[in-house]
Every structure is written in C-alpha cells, then in structure tokens.
T-cell receptor, first 112, second 111 residues
Framework: DQQVKQNSPSLSVQEGRISILNCDYTNSMFDYFLWYKKYPAEGPTFLISISSIKDKNEDGRFTVFLNKSAKHLSLHIVPSQPGDSAVYFCAASAGANSKLTFGKGITLSVRP | NAGVTQTPKFQVLKTGQSMTLQCAQDMNHEYMSWYRQDPGMGLRLIHYSVGAGITDQGEVPNGYNVSRSTTEDFPLRLLSAAPSQTSVYFC??????????FGPGTRLTVT
C-alpha cells in the first residue's frame, strides 16, 4: 500500500514557464513533507520542506503548497530552467524525527 | 567535510555471493539509513539506525543485515546475493530534523 503517491511519472515544460509537480499521501499521521531532487548517477539532494502547521513554504524559485484536507502537496518551480531537469521525489514523515516514506518520483524535463 | 561517502561505486556479484556496501559520514549525524532505488519504485527504506548500537528494519529488510558500531559508519551486508537485489543503493544521514544527506550511491548487479 503506497502511502506517498506521485501519479505522474513525467512532466515536460518549456524553459521560463511554471513546473507543477504533484504529490498525494494517504497517511493522516504524516506531518512533515520534503522534496528531493536527483540527477542521474548522483544521490538525491534536499530541495524544500514544509510542516503541517503551514500551507506554503517558499525558497527562491521553489514553492511548496500543502493542502491537508485533500492530503495533497505540490512543488512549483518558477521560472523553470533546463538545469531543473531531474527526478523529483516527494517524501513524508510522521514526526520530525521519524523515518521518511518516499514516492516513486517524477521526471521533469525542461525544454530550452 | 566529505559528507556521506559510499564504496564501491559499482559492483557485480554472482548469485549466492556475499558482500558489504560501505557507508561513512563525517557530520556526526546520529540517524543513518539505507535505501534502494529501483525503476518505477522510488526510494525504499531497507534498514536504519538512530544511533550507535541501535538498528531497525525498514520497508524491505529481507536479505540484508546492518550494524552500527560507530557513529560514522553504517555498513550494509548482503548475505547471499540474489538477482532481485540488483539495484542502486543509497546511504543517507541526518541529525535532528528530517533533512537527509545522501551518498552518491552504489550500483549493484547480481547475475
């Protein structure tokens, strides 16, 4: 039973436009959510996080939105750049010091 | 500050062989984890440790052993390799909070 779902395996956007990556979760105990970015042949790197006490967190071009009632979060990248092309993983945790549960990932391609 | 290091980068094993994947971190992090990444499956937790001497199972622990004798090192042992263990393995560490630092990965092929 997959608790963190990234239902779209891939997304392609034009450079300069907005990329919206979606993530759904089923476990109502999850209260911390993170996004990781992964380039080929490298380990994932932390991108941005949000706790359930917030509904938005922004860091430069990256914004994460959390809709607790819908158990849905999304990552917005504005403007998208070719260097953003990577696999993006959504992850969730029940508690600040608990183990992370990852989604399957979304491959983002940003076309020049 | 090297962060999280993993060795080897690549390994080919025959079915039934054993080996140890090494992981070390120099950030004095208490929490360390092992994940495997398979196509279409995302990152799945194998084993984790919340401190030296303490380990626990994750989502897919069968066929793997771990130990944590020091804060720095968290080796993953494959006892009898199987083709189903062909994967990319990532080690990660973190202090308090959830921001994990991942190593570069070990690509393992079992024939």
């Amino acid at each position: 039973d997959q608790q963190v779902k990234q239902n779209s395996p891939s997304l392609s956007v034009q450079e300069g436009r907005i990329s919206i990556l979606n993530c759904d979760y089923t476990n109502s105990m999850f209260d911390y959510f993170l996004w990781y970015k992964k380039y080929p042949a490298e380990g994932p790197t932390f991108l941005i996080s949000i706790s359930s006490i917030k509904d938005k967190n922004e860091d430069g071009r990256f914004t994460v939105f959390l809709n607790k009632s819908a158990k849905h979060l999304s990552l917005h990248i504005v403007p998208s750049q070719p260097g953003d092309s990577a696999v993006y993983f959504c992850a969730a945790s029940a508690g600040a010091n608990s183990k992370l549960t990852f989604g399957k990932g979304i491959t983002l391609s940003v076309r020049p | 500050n090297a962060g999280v290091t993993q060795t080897p980068k690549f390994q080919v094993l025959k079915t039934g062989q054993s080996m140890t994947l090494q992981c070390a971190q120099d950030m004095n992090h208490e929490y360390m984890s092992w994940y495997r990444q398979d196509p279409g499956m995302g990152l799945r937790l194998i084993h984790y440790s919340v401190g030296a001497g303490i380990t626990d199972q994750g989502e897919v622990p069968n066929g793997y052993n771990v130990s944590r004798s020091t804060t720095e090192d968290f080796p993953l042992r494959l006892l009898s390799a199987a083709p189903s263990q062909t994967s990319v393995y990532f080690c990660a560490s973190r202090s308090t909070g959830l921001k994990q630092y991942f190593g570069p990965g070990t690509r393992l092929t079992v024939t």
